[in-house]
């Protein structure tokens, strides 16, 4: 079974940098997507990043120039770095994947809280 355990949050200034890591064990899709969302108290969780087995990328709006997506395929983990962070971007963030397309991801971890105070 899949299991997937984020890790790295906190609480920085805004402007700062924080980088989130995520492990998934028992990673054996062929064709995949896996990706990072957010959500913020009284909001919807909404994507953030995402990645497939080819390598293609997508970014929220928000988001783009100021968050990089990686993936390690040994050992399969995927990162999120996180710069020039605003305080709009507080939020539990949650690692997903799943061997099928990325609105139908079934592997969640329980999410790594990001804080950026102005």
């Known amino acids: 079974q899949v299991h997937v355990a984020e890790s790295g949050g906190g609480s920085v200034q805004a402007g700062g940098s924080l980088r989130l890591s995520c492990a998934v064990s028992e990673f054996t899709y062929t064709t995949y997507c896996a990706g990072w969302f957010r959500q913020a108290p009284g909001k919807k969780r909404e994507a953030v990043a995402a990645?497939?087995?080819?390598?293609?990328?997508v970014y929220a709006d928000s988001v783009k120039g100021r968050f990089t997506i990686t993936q390690d395929k040994t050992n399969y983990s995927l990162y999120l770095q996180m710069n020039d962070l605003k305080p709009d971007d507080t939020a539990m963030y949650y690692c997903?994947?799943?061997?099928?397309?990325?609105?139908?991801?079934?592997?969640w971890g329980q999410g790594t809280l990001v804080t950026v105070s102005s």
């Open positions: 997903g994947a799943g061997g099928g397309e990325c609105d139908a991801l079934d592997a």
């Open positions: 990645t497939d087995d080819e390598g293609n990328i």
